[in-house]
């Protein structure tokens, strides 16, 4: 009888309790967006849509695929300059256990590095960029080399205060990241900048799996290799995998949609993005789907409390508006960027 008693006490007292408890747990606060923001709104409720069963638009949970670019999409892209081109210019020009192979390679590093002091960017092509970064970790253990890209993130932010290259996060877009994942999204990084250096940068701040962050890939060799092609040659024990000085690929407009293709082999039905590069993404995402999708582009208009050029960003909020796409004013939408004790110098 006593036994009894307990577990309707239980039920009644105990179990909302929990319930609730779980509930609100779940509930994600958009604490760092201005109140009632109309694309937050419309994210939202677009999540809501497609998650409620019973809706014509619901998604099951296996289709639920999220792909979002990182540089000015979820990260500080302009702070000064790409997160790997700062770590090339530090290994070439200020760490004395390097020494760089040739004249060029100091000189594009000061040419990279004048583009930190304009924030021109435009200035150097990706191509060329890319076609460079690699060269100075040639030669490096993948271990050795994810320890100086975490070693480097923890220097503090040029041009700002209060703040590292590890933590340098837009924090609305980190709190759309939880919401996502909370609403059981399948959320993957698509990005231009180096694989192994987005999953460093990634670790610790965001709940994704290192398997679910795509780059660019930079051809690895084998310590018992220095002849055969990978296809030709048998891993041997204790062989040490290393980098070279070559890019499989710079994972930016079409490429983006090949590596959905090819790694996530579902077409994802909600997409971020920030430039003309993650456009071909937003397309491909959008286009003879057969699930309701959204596209969201981060514009990047606030020249206070981050760097931008404004007359770039009417140009693509022009553009980005004719596609229909929703978009997320940095100025007008978000009530911080990188968080409350963070400043522009």
């Given at each position: 009888m006593q036994s009894s008693k307990l577990k309707y006490l239980a039920i009644?007292?105990?179990?909302?309790?929990?319930?609730?408890?779980?509930?609100c747990g779940q509930k994600q606060n958009f604490d760092s967006w201005n109140p009632n923001t109309e694309s937050l709104n419309t994210l939202k409720a677009y999540v809501e849509d497609v998650t409620r069963e019973g809706s014509s638009n619901f998604i099951p949970k296996e289709d639920r695929i999220v792909v979002s670019d990182m540089d000015g999409t979820i990260y500080g892209e302009k702070a000064p300059l790409y997160i790997d081109c700062l770590v090339y210019?530090?290994?070439?020009?200020?760490?004395?256990?390097?020494t760089p192979k040739d004249q060029h390679m100091i000189d594009l590093a000061h040419r990279v590095e004048e583009c930190f002091k304009t924030h021109e960017l435009d200035k150097l092509t990706d191509p060329v960029i890319c076609a460079e970064w690699q060269i100075p970790f040639a030669g490096m253990s993948i271990e050795d080399y994810e320890k100086y890209c975490s070693d480097f993130l923890k220097n503090p932010v040029e041009g700002f205060n209060n703040v590292s290259y590890k933590d340098f996060f837009y924090k609305p877009m980190l709190e759309v990241i939880d919401y996502l994942l909370q609403n059981d999204f399948q959320f993957y990084i698509v990005t231009g900048t180096d694989r192994s250096l987005s999953r460093i940068l990634l670790k610790d701040k965001v709940n994704i799996q290192p398997v679910n962050v795509l780059g660019t890939d930079n051809v690895i060799k084998y310590s018992g290799n220095d002849k055969l092609d990978n296809e030709y040659y048998v891993y041997k024990f204790n062989d040490v995998a290393y980098?070279?000085?070559?890019?499989?690929?710079?994972?930016?407009?079409t490429n983006k949609v090949d590596r959905i293709k090819r790694e996530i082999g579902k077409q994802p039905v909600l997409v971020f993005g920030n430039t003309s590069g993650d456009e071909s993404m937003a397309t491909y995402v959008t286009s003879n789907n057969k699930y309701k999708t959204l596209a969201c582009f981060v514009l990047q208009n606030d020249n206070v409390r981050d760097n931008c050029s404004l007359e770039k960003a009417e140009k693509n909020k022009a553009n980005w508006e004719k596609k229909g796409w929703t978009i997320f004013s940095m100025k007008d939408d978000w009530k911080t960027i990188y968080g409350g004790n963070v400043e522009k110098r």
């Open positions: 009644v007292f105990v179990l909302p309790l929990v319930i609730c408890f779980s509930a210019v530090h290994r070439v020009l200020y760490d004395n256990t390097y980098r070279t000085e070559n890019a499989i690929f710079k994972d930016s407009n």
